[in-house]
């Protein structure tokens, strides 16, 4: 009797010893893969890019393989740089038709708005180097082109004053190169340093050139921005609820305002959105001493209720 109570109890820690040892196992090789699945991300699809393309009017010529994996390239960045991408894609509704009108009143292709884009992604920021605004255009610029740079007003942040300097700086660019693909990138590598590098190149088109790694993808970012925001669909974004538009007021003033803050309460409004909405006056006041006439957004407090 003894005996077969010792020969069950055996068996049975056979078998616990064997469960134990099978559980382990699992376990060891659960976690492997769990590790190995982590480690590697997986594109589930190639990046869509289309037969022809086109940008500022121009053909994009995808037949050289430097051009279509340029291009892949900065599809790539932009379409998994997913937070900044949705925030783009909701703003555009916003500032788009502002843009576009702007530029079709200066007959500037309206491609150039998504060079915008590039430069500072719809945000109001400044770089390191001191470039401002939605065109992130650098102090002298604004001063060649006419536009105020003091410590009270930066027109650099005003879209309209900025998109108007843009404008005049792709008309320049347009006269030296023939070209709009080009005008573009001499607006990040400069109308001289392009011409140069052209000049000792004896080339005329953007695609031919050789060029700085920065500047080199400068325009490819443009027009794979332009890919992604009109074609959001074939790079993931579907059902992107844009932010809606903001029903404003302009007021006119000719005249120095001591107080902007009690100037906002006086229009309805307040300093907070006075502020944001006008991102160019940079102090608490606006100084007039010349009489010039400044256009002021200002929203109703009602407003800014969402609908």
């Known amino acids: 009797m003894n005996k077969r109570y010792i020969s069950y109890i055996a068996v049975i820690l056979g078998i616990i010893s064997i469960l134990i040892f099978t559980t382990s196992a699992i376990t060891s090789d659960t976690k492997e893969t769990e590790q ?4 590697v991300f997986v594109v589930s699809r190639q990046i869509y890019i289309p037969e022809s393309v086109t940008l500022f009017g121009e053909r994009v010529p995808l037949e050289y393989f430097e051009v279509r994996e340029s291009l892949e390239r900065e599809l790539l960045v932009n379409t998994f740089y997913q937070s900044q991408t949705t925030q783009i894609l909701k703003y555009k509704h916003r500032y788009f038709p502002a843009i576009d009108s702007i530029l079709a009143a200066n007959d500037i292709p309206a491609d150039f708005k998504y060079l915008a884009v590039a430069e500072s992604g719809l945000r109001i920021n400044i770089s390191p180097k001191g470039a401002a605004g939605f065109w992130q255009i650098i102090e002298s610029t604004a001063k060649q082109y006419g536009i105020k740079v003091t410590n009270e007003i930066d027109q650099r942040y005003d879209l309209e004053k900025s998109t108007e300097v843009a404008c005049k700086y792709f008309k320049n660019a347009y006269k030296k190169f023939g070209n709009w693909t080009m005008a573009a990138a001499s607006y990040n590598l400069g109308i001289g340093g392009t011409a140069k590098q052209a000049g000792y190149q004896e080339i005329t088109s ?5 060029t700085n790694s920065e500047t080199s993808r400068y325009v490819f970012r443009i027009l794979a921005f ?4 009109e074609n959001p669909e074939q790079y993931g974004y579907i059902g ?3 932010y809606p538009t903001i029903k404003q007021k302009v007021i006119v003033v000719d005249t120095a305002i001591s107080d902007l803050s009690a100037f906002a309460r006086s229009q309805g409004s307040n300093y907070k959105m006075l502020k944001s909405l006008n991102p160019w006056l940079r102090d608490k006041f606006l100084p007039n001493p010349d009489s010039t006439s400044y256009k002021i957004t200002l929203i109703e407090e009602s407003e800014r209720k969402i609908k």
């Open 240 to 242: 992107i609820e844009p």
């Open 226 to 229: 332009k890919l992604i925001l």
């Open 206 to 210: 953007f695609y031919d050139l050789y």
């Open 36 to 39: 190995k699945d982590s480690s």
